[in-house]
């Protein structure tokens, strides 16, 4: 699972320069919610190795009373889902009160806590960070968030232990591994063989209200529930067995329709981190969105999580049902409008409270999930690269033509081409996209994004 890292701390100490500086190492999309989390913004980040969600939970203004009061209403949260807490503080202001009110909080939560002295550039670091130690959280990390230092080593020291966690579950050569076999036609064929034999894990997601546990329920009643009485936390999801037509399937289902059976206190249904890691963790994103409401902020959000994830996606409208042809209309021209940069998804009208249109969404989450991860042979996606060239030549770059050389698959779920040859990583954006439609045509794509990489040489 993919850890959740919290960045707690007064306003001004630089959480939002840590946030954008963690998130920017690779074009996260950070979703904002405004409505659901105030404060709070959410990124996906990647450095040195280590991929993860991190979460700004806005500042805590130390000057006004109560301050667990504030902490609760903003941060807390925040914090109860996170796997780890940074404490950022300044170094250049030093230890103050509100420091001390949020260290006490965090011991109280016995939250894995990593107390961080940012601005430590251009003066003595040691001597400014020394007083931060007597918070009682252990040691002080240091760093410039301003600058990048210090920022590698604390990530890195932080989410050791989880890298351990990942390698481990990796070796079980799961489906969407990083994959860079050079395939033949006839490997890719046992390959394929060999996945339709695993269960398809997909998340039903969206907003609050859009109908979520209407529709886990619906699939529920009417198809075999293998297992489903498992535990769950506040922060994730429940995973549910499931079988329909001989093929597996395990619903990850981010509204708690099971825990809330059960447990009838006030569980925040809504939790963007437990959305995002369901995202992480899935093959096929199934995002719900209220027919009655239009799209909102809030589902866009969610659907360019889905897709900066590259999951492969399938859209169902709810809600369909004793809505007038006008208002449909109405929607279905708004999804056009605003939807129409993901061409490649399914989108589905269903009624999840009288069962319409439910069982289709299957046919689309198995071809979704078949595009995202079919193995294709390096003879194959080297034709149709050769096709591609012959129908519409590269352009010539200083004179010279590009030279598309052959092609590989280098990943799944998003499916990876990668390209190799002469000036390839100069090609204009235009003929990249040229190529991703091209090979989503040939091969049949549907449901799922593609993702081309061009490599120098052989
Ligand atoms: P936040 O309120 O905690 O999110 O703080 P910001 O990230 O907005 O930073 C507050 C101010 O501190 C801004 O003017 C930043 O440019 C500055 N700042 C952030 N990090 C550093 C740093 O490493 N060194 C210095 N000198 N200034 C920094
Ligand atoms: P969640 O928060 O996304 O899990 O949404 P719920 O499943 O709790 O549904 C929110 C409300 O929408 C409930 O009152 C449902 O009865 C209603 N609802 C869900 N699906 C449909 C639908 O297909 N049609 C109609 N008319 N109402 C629905």
Redo the contacts with the bound molecule.
Sequence with gaps: MIPVVA?V????????????RLTRTRDALVADFPGLTRDRKYGRAFLSGHEFIVV?T??IDGTEEGIETKMAEQSLAAIEEADVVLF?T?A?AGLTAADQAIAQHLRAREKVTFVVA?????IDGDSASAEFWGLGLGEVYQ?????G?GVTQLIEHVLAPFAEAVSDEDSDDTDDAVDERLYTEEEAESEQERLRALPIKFAIIGKPNVGKSTLTNRILGEERVVVYDQPGTTRDSIYIPMQRDEQEYVIIDTAGVRRRAKVHDTVEKFSVVKTLKAVEDANVVLLVIDAREGIAEQDLGLLGFALNAGRALVIAVNKWDGIDTDIKDRVKSELDRRLGFIDFARIHFISALHGTGVGHLFESINEAYESATRRVSTSMLTKIMQMAQDDHQPPLINGRRVKLKYAHIGGYNPPVIVIHGNQVSRLPDSYKRYMTNYYRKSLNVVGSPIQMRFQEGD
């Design positions: 960045l701390g007064r306003p001004n100490v630089g959480k939002s320069t840590l946030f954008n700004d806005g500042g950022i300044d250049r940012n601005k430590v550039d251009g760093m410039a968030a301003a600058h230092r």
